[in-house]
C-alpha cells in the first residue's frame, strides 16, 4: 500500500510540472505568433499536436503483441481529447474562434476511413499503416507551406477583442531568442512531467489487475493526454483559443496517422473486435460534430453537455465490456 502511495504522489508531481510549465509555454509562443506573423492553429496543429508519449505507449504495445492495447490507445485517447479539453471549460466560458479550415476535418475523414478499414479486413492492416504514415507526411509539408498564410495577428485579435498596435510593437522589439528559449525549456518540461506520469501509471498497474482492452482504451489513453489537456484549458482561459483548437485536431491526426500507421505495419495483422467498433463509432461521431462546431465558430455551454455525454458513454461502454 506505501508502495502504491509513492507511485501516485509522483503521479501528482509529474502533472503539477506540466501545469506550471504550460503557463510559461503558452504565453511565450502566443506572443512568438504574433512577432512572426504565423498562423496561431496552425503552430497549435505542428507543435501541440506532437505527441510521442502516445506514440511510444502504442509502439511498446504493438512490439510486445499488444494490439489491442496499441490500437485501443490510439482511439481512446482521440476520444478523451476531444470531449473532456473542451467539455469542461465550455461550462465556464463562451468559447469563441476562427474556425478551422476544412481540409483537417476531410483529413481526418479519410484518416477515419482507413483505420476503419484496417481493422475490419485482416489482411489491409499492414497496407494501411502504410497509407497513413504517407498522408501524415503529406499533412505536415502542407502545414509548413501554409504556415504564414494566415496572419496570427487576426486570429488573436479576434479572441482578446482590440490589441492596440502601439502593444504589438512594444512586443516586437523585445528580444524574440529569449521567448523560442523559454518556449524550447518550457516544452521539454512539459515532456518531462509527461514522461513522469506515464511511468508512475505503468507502475501503478503493475500493482492493479487491469484487463488489456480497458488499459489501452481508457487508463493509457488518459494519461498520454494529461499534457495536451492542460494546454487546451490553458489556452482558452488565456484567450488563445486557436491554438489549442489546432493542437487539438494535430494530435487527433497525429494518432490516427503516424502512431496508428507505425503501430499497424508492426502488428501487421489485427482480428476485429467489436470493443473496438463502437470506440471508432464513438470517435467517428466526435469528429462529425467537432466539423460542425467549427463552422459555428463558438463552444457554449450546451456543447460542453454533449460532449460530456459522449465522455460518459465512452466509459460505460467500456467499463460494461470489463465488468
Not at 492596440?164 to 512594444?170: A, G, L, P, R
Amino acid at each position: 500500500m506505501f508502495e502504491l502511495f509513492l507511485w501516485i504522489l509522483l503521479f501528482i508531481i509529474g502533472y503539477l510540472i506540466i501545469f506550471f510549465a504550460a503557463d510559461i509555454f503558452l504565453d511565450n509562443l502566443k506572443d512568438v505568433c504574433i512577432i512572426f506573423g504565423v498562423s496561431p492553429f496552425i503552430i497549435g496543429a505542428l507543435i501541440i499536436g506532437i505527441d510521442p508519449e502516445e506514440s511510444i505507449a502504442s509502439i511498446i504495445a504493438a512490439i510486445n503483441g499488444l494490439s489491442y492495447i496499441a490500437v485501443g490507445n490510439v482511439i481512446g485517447n482521440s476520444i478523451i481529447a476531444l470531449t473532456i479539453s473542451f467539455a469542461i471549460p465550455a461550462f465556464f466560458y463562451k468559447i469563441s474562434f476562427k474556425s478551422a479550415p476544412q481540409f483537417y476535418f476531410l483529413l481526418l475523414y479519410c484518416c477515419i476511413f482507413l483505420l476503419f478499414v484496417g481493422t475490419l479486413f485482416n489482411f489491409a492492416f499492414f497496407i494501411v499503416g502504410i497509407v497513413v504514415i504517407i498522408v501524415y507526411f503529406f499533412y505536415f509539408f502542407l502545414n509548413i507551406k501554409n504556415l504564414s498564410e494566415e496572419s496570427a495577428m487576426e486570429g488573436i485579435s479576434r479572441e482578446n477583442s482590440i490589441q492596440s498596435e502601439k502593444s504589438i510593437q512594444k512586443l516586437r522589439q523585445e528580444p524574440k531568442f529569449r521567448k523560442i528559449v523559454l518556449i524550447i525549456i518550457s516544452f521539454l518540461f512539459i515532456f518531462l512531467g509527461g514522461e513522469v506520469l506515464i511511468f508512475s501509471t505503468e507502475q501503478i498497474i503493475v500493482l492493479t489487475n487491469i484487463p488489456e482492452t480497458f488499459f489501452g482504451l481508457v487508463i493509457v489513453a488518459f494519461v498520454t493526454n494529461v499534457e495536451e489537456l492542460t494546454l487546451v484549458i490553458k489556452s482558452i482561459k488565456k484567450k488563445s483559443v486557436e491554438i489549442g483548437l489546432g493542437g487539438m485536431i494535430g494530435k487527433v491526426i497525429w494518432n490516427l496517422t503516424l502512431t496508428f500507421g507505425i503501430s499497424a505495419i508492426i502488428i501487421m495483422n489485427f482480428a476485429f473486435s467489436w470493443i473496438i467498433f463502437w470506440n471508432w463509432l464513438i470517435l467517428l461521431t466526435l469528429i462529425i460534430y467537432f466539423n460542425w462546431i467549427s463552422k459555428t465558430e463558438s463552444i457554449k455551454w450546451n456543447n460542453g453537455i454533449l460532449l460530456t455525454s459522449i465522455l460518459i458513454i465512452f466509459l460505460i461502454i467500456n467499463f460494461t465490456i470489463v465488468l
